[in-house]
């Protein structure tokens, strides 16, 4: 279901854009508020949003201020969601954190939601969430998972996150019926490495196909999203061998300190970041921008296709 049009704060050149059919490229927020420290998350935020309009491509980053769901901000919007509390907004929150008229960060999961009801159709952040290690026991999976299945936009992502179960994710993403693309890769990428070992249902190395299986998933009227899995560059890679060992040390810490439930992304992403002296962040901002850059060139040849199919 569609959020009211008239819900939605749309940034003027956003609206601009989407009335005049120009690419528009939407961000999530919680990967700034909650996924890296201030201040680099601030400089992430703007940097994306020079990315995409270097290619030509409006940037709409997605977030709530004061209960109204934003959809392109401002960079002083940004600044506020960039250093003070906003609430971790999945989809079931949306309606909490705008009864309350609180700040709130926006997941993969609300972003689809709102993007969706915006009518931009391709989306980019840095990984997905999943199914976490253990869900047998805590039933933790993300609520993206779900949505996935309902917002039929393209998410570009740098596979899913390594703390994740990635088998189980794959299985629970097949289950919701949610195309997988690899993008020059057969690997589904885990993140911070290249690969997962998983193998991915689907491989292109052009963006061009994935626009064209996006148009014929949109012809027989799906309700899923694509999701486009997008490798970090070779140089910017922390390989599984060295990452590994230390999301073992996090999730173990996790669990010491009884860390549960929307925490626990959020614990775990700061926890590794300690524990490789910064690395980790380095490459959670380079895979982020890099599924910015291509977010930017699928939103760009999925107009000119359209336009081609209508002229
Ligand atoms: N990508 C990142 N950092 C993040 C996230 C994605 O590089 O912090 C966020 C996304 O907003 C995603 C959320 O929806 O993590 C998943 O949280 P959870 O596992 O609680 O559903
Ligand atoms: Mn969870």
């Known amino acids: 279901m569609k959020i009211p049009f008239d819900l939605l704060q749309i940034h003027p050149r956003v609206k601009e854009a989407l009335a005049l059919g120009r690419p528009v490229l939407a961000l999530e927020s919680t990967i700034i508020s909650h996924g890296m420290p201030f201040p680099d998350n601030v400089s992430f935020a703007k940097k994306a949003e020079r990315l995409v309009e270097e290619k030509d491509v409006i940037p709409a980053t997605i977030g709530i201020l004061d209960g109204k769901i934003h959809v392109g901000l401002a960079d002083h919007e940004l600044e506020i969601l960039a250093s003070q509390p906003a609430y971790k907004t999945g989809i079931r929150d949306l309606s909490f954190v705008m009864s309350q008229k609180l700040n709130g960060a926006t997941t993969v999961s609300s972003t689809m939601a709102i993007a969706y009801s915006a009518g931009i159709e391709v989306f980019a952040t840095g990984g997905i969430g999943g199914v976490h290690r253990g869900a047998e026991t805590s039933f933790d999976v993300s609520q993206d998972i779900p949505a996935l299945g309902v917002y039929p936009i393209i998410v ?23 195309p997988v693309v690899g993008y020059k890769t057969a690997d589904f990428p885990a993140f911070y490495s290249r690969s997962s070992g998983n193998v991915v249902p689907y491989s292109f190395n052009t963006i061009s196909e994935i626009v064209s299986l996006f148009l014929n998933h949109c012809l027989l009227q799906r309700s899923q999203a694509i999701v486009v899995a997008n490798p970090v560059a070779k140089a910017d890679e922390i390989p599984a061998n060295k990452i590994g060992s230390i999301i073992d040390k996090a999730l173990v810490e996790c669990e010491n300190k009884n860390i549960s439930g929307k925490s626990v992304t959020p614990f775990l992403l700061k926890t590794i970041v300690e524990m490789t ?7 959670n901002i380079a895979l982020a921008l890099n599924n910015v850059k291509l977010g930017a060139d699928i939103s760009k040849q999925l107009l000119v296709k359209k336009k081609e199919s209508i002229s």
């Open 277 to 283: 002296g910064g690395e980790s962040l380095k490459t």
């Open 156 to 178: 570009v992502t740098a596979g899913a996150k390594a703390i994740l179960d990635i088998p189980k994710t794959l299985e629970a993403l097949e289950t919701a019926g949610v």
